[in-house]
């Protein structure tokens, strides 16, 4: 049974972080051109992050991210595209599974 007054409520176990976060993304289009371009992740999260990117892609296909996270440490991760769809001005929104991640500390010069 669904109750329409918490269709909108968090169904996710993960807490996601809300924001912009810069990203440097890597992949392959659904041309089967390489890419490799900055661009903004609008939320991330132990498991995934969701982001746009001016290109078709396709659910099941690999990209590697590097996120820049609040503070200055930066997330490298592996995975692949969960969920695909068409935005506003040729953008596809992209949300992204992690198969791999490994947090990149700030070194401090201290």
Excluded: C, W
Aim: proline fraction near 4%; hydrophobic fraction near 40%; glycine fraction near 10%.
């Amino acid at each position: 049974m669904t109750d329409s007054n918490h269709s909108d409520v968090e169904r996710r176990a993960e807490k996601r972080l809300k924001g912009i976060f810069p990203v440097r993304v890597r992949g392959i289009t659904a041309s089967g051109q390489l890419f490799e371009m900055h661009t903004l992740a609008d939320n991330i999260s132990e498991g995934g992050l969701y982001l746009q990117l001016p290109y078709a892609l396709h659910v099941g296909m690999s990209l590697f991210a590097l996120v820049r996270l609040p503070g200055g440490a930066s997330l490298a991760a592996r995975g692949r595209i969960v969920r695909e769809e068409a935005k506003q001005m040729g953008l596809s929104g992209i949300a992204v599974s992690f198969s791999h991640r490994r947090l990149i500390p700030i070194i401090s010069t201290d």
